[in-house]
């Protein structure tokens, strides 16, 4: 059954043209969550395709004008978000995307029976996820780690704590997306120096192998001039200290 959405207004690319009825609320944009009937029980579940730790991820669809329809993934969270909180999440989405954060394209929407949901792009093929979630500890390739310092330094430009959980590996192929929000949204903003001090942090896990200053380096070519003196200062100290 479709349900009419209400949904935040939200910064995206021009150039994302395909989605630009996702920036104004539109009563004709309606969501569906996919079903799948259950071989034991009969019932009609919807179709889940990951989970995380604040909630799980359906199969859903969202219904444009035009008669578009985008296959979409689906968060719902375990707990209701009230309006201030999926504000907040909101405000993450379109911050991070502003200071360059290779996030997917997604949103908030207040869907009648759910509550607050995100909405994102779908990696999905053949039945399955291609996301492996929550298993960016186990980052094995070089170029995934370096991709992962960059993208949470660009998440600290921002001025939120870039939480490890941001990051999500694919399952089949190289790289890494940044799509998970909760851990952001929930520690919100901090000084530079904190922010600086958790890179730090993460360089030490990343650049494991004797390549921390290849790793160090990523992240100074991706910060701005204060989160760089920030990191130059704190490199500096760890070397005194030694």
Known sequence: ??????????????????????KKPNPKTTLTLTSEKDPVSGRLPYRRIGGFGYGNVYLGRLHLEGDKVKRVAVKVFDNALSDQTAAKYQKVIEDLSKAGVRLPKMAMYKHPKHGWVQ??????????????????MKLNCHKDRIEAIRELTKCANAGYYPAYDLVEPFKDRQGVIPMDLDEIVRLGKFDTRTLGLQLDDHIAWLGKKGRKQEFF??????????????????????IETR
Do not use: Y
């Not at 949904?7 to 630009?20: I, L, V």
């Open 1 to 22: 059954m479709a349900h009419k959405a209400k949904q935040f207004g939200f910064s995206m690319p021009e150039k994302r043209a395909e989605w630009e009825q996702w």
């Open 119 to 136: 909405v994102s792009q779908l990696f999905f093929s053949k039945g399955k996820s291609k996301i492996v979630n929550k298993s960016n």
């Open 217 to 238: 380096q990523a992240a100074l070519e991706t910060a701005n001039p204060e989160l760089q003196q920030e990191l130059q200062r704190i490199r500096k100290e760890n």
